[in-house]
């Protein structure tokens, strides 16, 4: 075994396309370990060891390993020293992003996934289609939080936490994305929004944000049979028991 940096990732996952994103940006080594969340690698015994969480993103340095996507970005711009404007020294800067990080959880991530998982897996998994309600209600959900993100987050400055990227910007619009794959472009009527969006994408690299961002706009294409089928009944149970809390 290697005793470099490994990252074990699903691009599928937005925690998981922020690190890929932040580590080849800035051109840290890493061996990309690849868990497919659909065909159920993140339940094995050996990814087991790796993250007894059974989730990915993961770390393995050496013998250290580490999960939680904010933890492995913060571990990698320490141990790299990557440019201060991804997590800046400054004071004030810092809580900026730090603000937008402890915010974002049950917010952009929490409402953004769950009109993915409401519009693309549940009616694959179930067979049954969407209701028109079922799909306004949790559309008006994240429509609360765009604004709330907009107002309070993103004002009138370039970014988040000023006139330059962070690790904020980044968490931010991956997470944004998963909804855009599910076929909801919120960019759309919001002009500000979609400006800081060309601002991200142009800051990381057009061709890198593109090429993380491939597997989940194709997502609607996804099919029930590339799911592992005892994947398909732990899904099927969480995701109707989610959708059940309204």
Known sequence: MGMGLELYLDLLSQPCRA??????????????????????QHRTEEFRKVNAL?????????????????????????????????YPSDLQKRARVDEYLSWQHVNIRGKGSKLFLTKV?????????????????????????????????????????GSEISLADLVALVELMQPVGAGYDLFEERPKL????????????????????????????????KIAPELLEHFKHQLLKQASQN
């Open 19 to 40: 690190l890929y994103i932040f580590a080849r940006r800035n051109n840290i080594p890493f061996e990309f370990k690849q868990v497919e969340l659909m065909k159920g």
């Open 54 to 86: 059974m989730k990915v993103p993961a770390l393995r340095d050496g013998s250290f390993t580490l999960a939680e996507s904010i933890a492995i970005l913060l571990y990698l711009v320490r141990k790299f020293k990557t440019p201060d404007h991804w």
């Open 121 to 161: 897996l549940l009616p694959m998994l179930t067979g049954q289609p969407l209701s028109p309600e079922k799909l306004e209600a949790v559309t008006e959900e994240l429509n609360v939080v765009l604004k709330q993100f907009e107002e309070k987050f993103l004002q009138d400055k370039p970014f988040i936490a």
């Open 194 to 225: 979609a400006a800081w969006y060309r601002r991200v994408e142009e800051a990381v690299g057009k061709q890198l944000f593109q090429e993380a961002h491939e597997g989940i706009l194709n997502a609607k294409n996804l099919t029930a049979d």
